[in-house]
């Protein structure tokens, strides 16, 4: 396995173990924050996030355990905020919800190009109505699915 794998897996790992009974919602990873944020400044320094790791259950080396902080520390400030906590351990998009999602790309996507533009689904080219539109776009969006430009999507 290598390092990417193992890392992966690590975090796999960590995301079951915080989301363990929940649905899996930014509710459960606050809880599970705020456990690890032992000095509530809203942020989890080297120390707190290898206690963390230790209440989680997670078995980890110390090697393991300095490899997930430096993954999770995006920014590279030297501690763990929320954002980066979620990003990282917020569950992929479930698949079922994935596979709505694409098919009602694939209705508005006329010409099949993986690109859906704004402009193309008002236009006269796309028969379905307005408000449906609307809310597949803030569907995708919400999901971070086509995480692009304001102007259009691309099929993931
Ligand atoms: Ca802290
Ligand atoms: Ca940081």
Known sequence: ???KERLQNLIVNLRNRCLFKGVGGIKELS???RRMDSDYN?????QEWMEGLEICGLDVTEEETCMLFVAFDTDKNGEIDF????AKLRPPMNSVRSAVVNEAFD???????GVLEIDDLKSNRVTVDAFFCAYVFSLLRKHNYFPRYDCYLVRS
């Open 1 to 3: 396995m290598d390092v």
């Open 83 to 86: 954002l980066e906590f979620v």
């Open 107 to 113: 209705m508005l996507d006329h010409d099949h190009n």
């Open 42 to 46: 809203r942020r989890i320094c080297y």
């Open 31 to 33: 809880v599970a924050f």
